[in-house]
Nanobody, 121 residues
Framework: VQLQASGGGLVQAGGSLRLSCAASGSIVSIDGMGWYRQAPGKQRELVADITYGFTLTYADSVKGRFTISRDNAKNTVYLQMNSLKPEDTGVYYC????????????????WGQGTQVTVSS
């Protein structure tokens, strides 16, 4: 299973970006899908998460500005980021909990390669 993230870039404060992350490979279904970010010198933190049943979780710092969504048919998760701030700068990683048939139905966590988001003031 591979996760391919895209959509990062350089944007001015107040601007918008949309991240995408698509999973490919031997997949039965995908439970949780999420976005994390890591700023320079800081630990990786949860930005937003969406379960298979569309339960949403957001970091307090992005509530009202970011929207996570998913397309189960495409095994893809999106992150719409509006009203971006310089403190949103970092490498954004997608993570998925994938159900695979490996001698039985098993759950595995996979990470994407990361995409850089830079917000200038």
């Amino acid at each position: 299973v591979q996760l391919q993230a895209s959509g990062g870039g350089l944007v001015q404060a107040g601007g918008s970006l949309r991240l995408s992350c698509a999973a490919s490979g031997s997949i039965v279904s995908i439970d949780g899908m999420g976005w994390y970010r890591q700023a320079p010198g800081k630990q990786r933190e949860l930005v937003a998460d969406i379960t298979y049943g569309f339960t949403l979780t957001y970091a307090d710092s992005v509530k009202g500005r970011f929207t996570i969504s998913r397309d189960n048919a495409k095994n893809t998760v999106y992150l719409q980021m509006n009203s971006l701030k310089p403190e949103d700068t970092g490498v954004y990683y997608c993570k998925m909990t994938v159900l695979r048939w490996v001698g039985g139905l098993r759950s595995y966590d996979y990470w994407g390669q990361g995409t850089q988001v830079t917000v200038s003031s």
